[in-house]
């Protein structure tokens, strides 16, 4: 990798769910694939933050001396940066209701996570901001205009994205509703 740091988008990437294995439990991490190496977010960084991003990036990397590798990606959030993990896996989610094959799945959360996808900002309830979130009803039409299903359908799809440990509530505390109500990927945590 050298010690210059690419910026990647998400666009090179392949997003994917990882699990690691502790004593008797599993610990679920979002995390991504990269010439056929898994990574675990290390840190997010604004828009505006690039070069603390950059900086981050090369520090790591120097003081592991370069045994493992980094990534700093850029998304409509901001900048990640993704440590190279060999402690983890691809968690397979072997549950027999999926709405969607896996394959598809990943390319439709590339698109909801694209320019044209679903808007993922900052978002402020009475006095409490929530970091880089996306609204149940705003992924609800997007995914009823784009694949032209019902919102019933559409409500199926987002609460596979919580099952799968992809998308979760704000706060925990809803399962996926057709309603304004904040939701975040998990990736950007």
Known sequence: MGTA?????????????LVRRQEDNLQY?????????????DKSFTIEQQKEAQD???????ENKGQKGYLLLEDVTGFIIWRESD?????????KNNVSATTDLDKLID????ENGVKIKNRRHRLTLYPK????????DWLTKNLSISSEEAVKIGQELIDKKII????NEHQFENDYLFYRFFVDE
């Open 5 to 17: 740091m690419k910026i990647l988008d998400h666009k090179q990437v392949k997003y994917c769910n």
């Open 29 to 41: 991490l979002p995390g991504l694939m990269f010439k056929n190496k898994l990574f675990v977010k």
């Open 56 to 62: 981050y990036g090369k520090k790591q990397f120097l």
């Open 87 to 95: 402690e983890v896996e691809v968690w397979k989610n072997t549950s």
């Open 111 to 114: 698109k909801i996570r694209s």
């Open 133 to 140: 979130c996306f609204i149940g009803s705003d992924l609800v």
């Open 168 to 171: 979760h509530h704000v706060s």
